[in-house]
Nanobody, 121 residues
Framework: QVQLVESGGDLVQPGGSLRLTCTAS????????MGWFRQAQGNRRELVAR???????TYSDSVKGRFTISRDSAMTTVYLQMNNLRPEDTAVYYC???????????????WGQGTQVTVSS
């Protein structure tokens, strides 16, 4: 069983910063990618940033230059440093990982429970 546990969501003023953390645990053989998606009320879930195991990093255009994704040396934890936050960044942020677990021949997609980020004065 694989679990993704997120933390770091909060209420912050425009221009402020937050750091989200997601740690994967369980019977993990390997990772293909870890990243962050977000879903604002009434909107579809969208990619924010993704780190692929070969060190390829992708950001959505709306967060480029403001958000930074990184992973720890064990590659089991992914961080999202969010700077210069805007009201339009308000959403539930979900950790996403593509993982192969013991007993499986293929990679599967896992999701965290979500953490609320609210940007408001």
């Amino acid at each position: 069983q694989v679990q993704l546990v997120e933390s770091g969501g909060d209420l912050v003023q425009p221009g402020g910063s937050l750091r989200l953390t997601c740690t994967a645990s369980g019977n993990i053989v390997g990772f293909n990618a870890m990243g962050w998606f977000r879903q604002a009320q009434g909107n579809r879930r969208e990619l924010v940033a993704r780190h692929i195991t070969d060190d390829t990093i992708t950001y959505s255009d709306s967060v480029k230059g403001r958000f930074t994704i990184s992973r720890d040396s064990a590659m089991t934890t992914v961080y999202l440093q969010m700077n210069n936050l805007r009201p339009e960044d308000t959403a539930v942020y979900y950790c996403n990982a593509i993982i192969r677990s013991y007993g499986s021949d293929s990679y599967q997609t896992y999701w965290g429970q979500g953490t609320q980020v609210t940007v408001s004065s």
